[in-house]
Every structure is written in C-alpha cells, then in structure tokens.
C-alpha cells in the first residue's frame, strides 16, 4: 500500500498485476505502524482499492503507518475474529496468516 510515498501506490499495484484495482469488491490487506503495531482489515461491503486504502489511512493508526499489503479480495475476502465473521461468499476459504518478526 506504500504508505510513505503516498503517490506511487497504484503504480506500483498496477506493476505487480493487481486484479481488480477499480473494481467494486470486498477488500483485505495488512498494514503496519512505526512501533510495528500491526492490523489485519477487511471491508464488509465493496469498494475500489483506493478507497479501501484511503479509509484504512483516515482510521488506522493515525499518521504513523508505514506500509501494507493488499491481500485477495471478491470471494476470498473472509475474515474470523473472535465471535465475528465476515465473508464475501459462503465457500470456506481455509488461510492463516503467520506474522514473525
């Protein structure tokens, strides 16, 4: 998501072949602060990747994000959290994600 140059963002989501940039889907990604504090975010309803990226900006973290991930979105975009699923289709989509420092 490059959050330190804020202006190459798409370019480089375009040169890596992300599918679906201006798309209207469900959205997830992993971002992370300067006393790597970090978040796990899913959209409950659709939205293109900059406006995902522009409410994670305006809600997480407060100006000290440092840079994220985009990770699959449209159907694959499920999350679990305690009692709380969110998921963009019924099919279960069996993922973990492992953070090591």
Request: net charge positive.
């Amino acid at each position: 998501m490059t959050f330190q140059n804020p202006g190459v963002w798409k370019q480089r989501a375009q040169n890596e072949n992300m599918q679906g940039i201006d798309s209207d889907t469900q959205r997830s990604g992993v971002v992370y602060n300067n006393t790597n504090n970090i978040w796990l975010i899913m959209t409950p309803t659709q939205c293109t990747a900059e406006q995902f990226r522009t409410a994670i900006l305006g809600s997480i973290g407060f100006g000290t994000l440092v840079n994220g991930i985009f990770l699959d979105s449209g159907g694959s975009s499920q999350m679990r959290a305690g009692t709380t699923t969110i998921a963009a289709s019924s099919r279960k989509v069996p993922e973990m994600l492992a953070l090591r420092s």
